[in-house]
């Protein structure tokens, strides 16, 4: 089976932070937890590749150069970043998946849909979505029934992207949840009590993964980057 692989270890409270969270996840999975010195390199598939961030203002996630963002934008396999503040809790009770439902990424919502199974908690699948283009110019406003069509649209795109994960895993419970935000906006709204969040890595994705950016310098749990 596709180990877990560890990409930064070390005494730093990332590294140990990372470490913990990597050793949890390769028992979950009943797989082994490797800590090659290149994991770009090591040969063959990962499970998961975990690394730890730091949320310091000198040091932002994700930063040009830097082994998580190198990382993010290279890798074939999902990485897990770990920040240094990460809090533990029986009370984050769910995955966090953000999802375009116009263009779903199946990458992603399987990886969620797993990890939610393994950890036995609940997928709260997040979609964000917009007005049409120049709704915001109509002199007398938005008419609420449009709104609610708009918004009732977008709720079936979400439905749909989701049913076949929900016949596949039926017993991981799910909440649907339309967001009139930007995906940055959806996700720190939604992912205060996530054990995991879970973005997209597409070429149509990119506002998903500045969303992880954000999220990255206020989280207190692992956010997965998935390549499509």
């Given at each position: 089976?596709?180990?877990?692989?560890?990409?930064?270890?070390?005494?730093?409270?990332?590294?140990?932070?990372?470490?913990?969270?990597?050793?949890?996840?390769?028992?979950?999975?009943?797989?082994?937890?490797r800590?090659?010195?290149?994991?770009?390199?090591?040969?063959?598939?990962?499970?998961?590749?975990?690394?730890?961030?730091?949320?310091?203002?000198?040091?932002?996630?994700?930063?040009?150069g830097?082994?998580?963002?190198?990382?993010?934008?290279?890798?074939?396999?999902?990485?897990?970043?770990?920040?240094?503040?990460?809090?533990?809790?029986?009370?984050?009770?769910?995955?966090?998946?953000?999802?375009?439902?116009?263009?779903?990424?199946?990458?992603?919502l399987?990886f969620?849909?797993?990890?939610?199974?393994?950890?036995?908690?609940?997928?709260?699948?997040?979609?964000?979505w917009?007005?049409?283009?120049?709704?915001?110019?109509?002199?007398?406003?938005?008419?609420?029934?449009?709104?609610?069509?708009?918004?009732?649209?977008?709720?079936?795109?979400?439905g749909?992207?989701?049913?076949?994960?929900?016949?596949?895993?039926?017993?991981?419970?799910?909440?649907?949840?339309?967001?009139?935000?930007?995906?940055?906006?959806?996700?720190?709204?939604?992912?205060?009590?996530?054990?995991?969040?879970?973005?997209?890595?597409?070429?149509?994705?990119?506002?998903?993964?500045?969303?992880?950016?954000?999220?990255?310098?206020?989280?207190?749990?692992?956010?997965?980057?998935?390549?499509?």
């Amino acid at each position: 089976m596709e180990p877990v692989i560890l990409a930064r270890s070390g005494t730093s409270t990332p590294g140990r932070a990372a470490a913990d969270w990597a050793a949890r996840e390769a028992e979950m999975r009943g797989v082994v937890l490797r800590m090659p010195h290149d994991p770009l390199r090591e040969p063959g598939r990962a499970s998961v590749i975990v690394c730890g961030v730091s949320g310091d203002d000198d040091a932002p996630p994700l930063r040009s150069g830097s082994l998580s963002a190198t990382l993010v934008r290279a890798a074939h396999d999902p990485v897990v970043l770990v920040p240094d503040r990460l809090a533990t809790s029986r009370h984050r009770t769910g995955v966090t998946l953000g999802v375009d439902a116009r263009e779903p990424s199946d990458a992603a919502l399987g990886f969620a849909f797993e990890s939610a199974r393994l950890r036995g908690i609940r997928l709260h699948a997040v979609h964000a979505w917009a007005l049409p283009a120049g709704a915001a110019y109509r002199p007398f406003g938005v008419p609420e029934g449009d709104r609610a069509t708009w918004e009732d649209h977008e709720v079936q795109l979400l439905g749909d992207a989701l049913c076949p994960w929900r016949e596949k895993f039926p017993d991981v419970p799910v909440l649907q949840d339309v967001r009139l935000f930007s995906p940055t906006e959806a996700l720190l709204h939604c992912s205060e009590r996530a054990a995991l969040v879970v973005v997209p890595r597409a070429p149509g994705a990119t506002a998903w993964q500045e969303a992880a950016r954000a999220l990255l310098r206020r989280a207190t749990c692992a956010v997965a980057v998935v390549p499509s």
